[in-house]
């Protein structure tokens, strides 16, 4: 996880197979054992989504998204009535009852029974909200979902960097783990902005050609290379512009009607050529494959590692 820094965690059962996935031993459950230890965390570090991130580095990240989303997110919050008042009260009753851990379900009962949460979307922006501020943060699994616990009981508490360090921290391992990528991709994919990317480009020394920006470690892609990849991965979430990797005519393919919901997809070569379903582990191709590929695709599905 320290490697990406911030992995793409709106989807539980596919964030684990996208970082099992990236591990020698391929093991959703080994992924599992992070998070009940509490070395791996879900919150939202950046453009108000979920992410996985180590537990090391989420007062960090922390730092940065309330400089950068509190003021986005003001008009929400009148919108739901939520002033701050309310607030203080979901943060006094989260204290009290998140304990050793808490569903959604039973935090969002606890803030209803005391008038907390009396309509649609509130008790979301609440954990969202408290989760920002340092209280609140997703940690073991149970289930199929992560329990919410309280930040400062399930992680040991360290000295936060400032928000420039933080910011230094953050851009230098998306150009890591996304390279080749643009100033324009990293900047919406951290949600900050250009000036504090450039700043730090400039100060890492990272190359920067044909509109590109290089980490210089980056290996031939393998012509012949095959990854099943989990509907929200970084292969194809980590970028805004994404037809270097799936052609226009098939974008739509990918997140029908542009919803936000992405489909699991088959990567060879580089280039999306289909999708596949979870539930029965079968392919769906772009244009239809040499028998040869068919084959290794249909070995693939039955290897890909699922979560629950």
């Known amino acids: 996880m320290d490697h990406f820094g911030a992995m793409q965690g709106q989807d539980l059962p596919g964030v684990l197979t996208s970082i099992a996935l990236r591990t020698p031993e391929k093991s959703v459950a080994a992924v599992i054992d992070d998070f009940n230890s509490g070395a791996i965390v879900r919150t939202w570090p950046q453009r108000g989504t979920l992410h996985v991130v180590s537990s090391s580095r989420v007062r960090d990240l922390l730092v940065v998204a309330r400089e950068r989303t509190f003021r986005t997110t003001v008009k929400r919050r009148e919108a739901l009535g939520i002033d701050e008042a309310v607030l203080e009260r979901a943060r006094s009753i989260a204290l009290e009852v998140v304990g050793d851990g808490i569903t959604r379900a039973d935090l969002t009962k606890a803030w209803e029974e005391a008038g907390v949460v009396d309509r649609p979307g509130r008790a979301y922006h609440l954990i969202f909200h408290l989760s920002l501020?340092?209280?609140?943060?997703?940690?073991?699994?149970?289930?199929?979902?992560?329990l919410i616990v309280l930040l400062d009981r399930w992680v040991p508490e360290m000295k936060e960097r400032s928000y420039d360090e933080a910011v230094d921290d953050i851009v230098t391992r998306c150009v890591l783990s996304h390279s080749p990528t643009t100033r324009k991709d990293i900047s919406w994919w951290t949600s900050l902005p250009l000036r504090d990317v450039d700043r730090v480009l400039k100060s890492a020394g990272f190359e920067q050609r044909d509109g590109y920006v290089w980490a210089g470690d980056e290996k031939e892609s393998d012509p012949d290379g095959l990854h099943l990849l989990p509907g929200f991965d970084e292969m194809i979430l980590g970028?805004?512009?994404?037809?270097?990797?799936?052609?226009?005519?098939?974008?739509?393919?990918?997140?029908?009607?542009?919803?936000?919901?992405?489909?699991?997809?088959?990567?060879?070569?580089?280039?999306?050529?289909?999708?596949?379903?979870?539930?029965?582990?079968?392919?769906?191709?772009?244009?239809?494959?040499?028998?040869?590929?068919?084959?290794?695709?249909?070995?693939?599905?039955?290897?890909?590692?699922?979560?629950?």
């Open 133 to 146: 501020e340092g209280i609140l943060v997703w940690g073991p699994v149970s289930g199929k979902g992560n």
């Open 239 to 308: 970028y805004s512009d994404r037809t270097a990797t799936v052609a226009p005519e098939y974008q739509n393919a990918i997140c029908p009607g542009n919803n936000g919901v992405f489909k699991p997809t088959i990567v060879h070569g580089g280039q999306v050529i289909g999708t596949w379903q979870r539930a029965k582990r079968e392919p769906t191709f772009f244009t239809p494959p040499k028998n040869a590929l068919e084959k290794r695709v249909e070995k693939a599905l039955a290897e890909v590692p699922l979560g629950a």
